[in-house]
């Protein structure tokens, strides 16, 4: 059974830095897109970034981009986004998901497995 667990969410000021992880279990995702979206209270969710497996492609919304930067280890089945100069609004639940098929690339339609969310808060 796949699982995708995500940690490091919590309350931080605006222009702090976070890191949030995602560790996947079940299965090895060593050939396949993540992500992460996020979906702040009201709204609908939203992509915020991906990486393809090796790592040589990645993509970013344009709100985050020069800000965040995503990752992973594929040693550690896990995926990383690192989050710098936090704004308020980018407070929202985070959620990193999974495309299930090997080496595509489709970086904002195609994820099969999602984790539970943690929760981003960014104060004034």
């Known amino acids: 059974q796949v699982q995708l667990v995500e940690s490091g969410g919590g309350l931080v000021q605006a222009g702090d830095s976070l890191r949030l992880s995602c560790a996947a279990s079940g299965r090895t995702f060593s050939r396949n897109t993540m992500g992460w979206f996020r979906q702040a209270p009201g709204k609908e969710r939203e992509f915020v970034a991906a990486?393809?497996?090796?790592?040589?492609?990645?993509v970013y919304a344009d709100s985050v981009k020069g800000r965040f930067t995503i990752s992973r280890d594929n040693a550690k089945n896990t995926v990383y986004l690192q989050m710098n100069s936090v704004k308020p609004e980018d407070t929202a639940v985070y959620y990193c998901a999974v495309d299930s098929f090997d080496f595509r690339w489709r970086p904002q339609g195609e994820f099969d497995y999602w984790g539970q969310g943690t929760q981003v808060t960014v104060s004034s």
């Open positions: 990486i393809n497996w090796s790592g040589a492609y990645r």
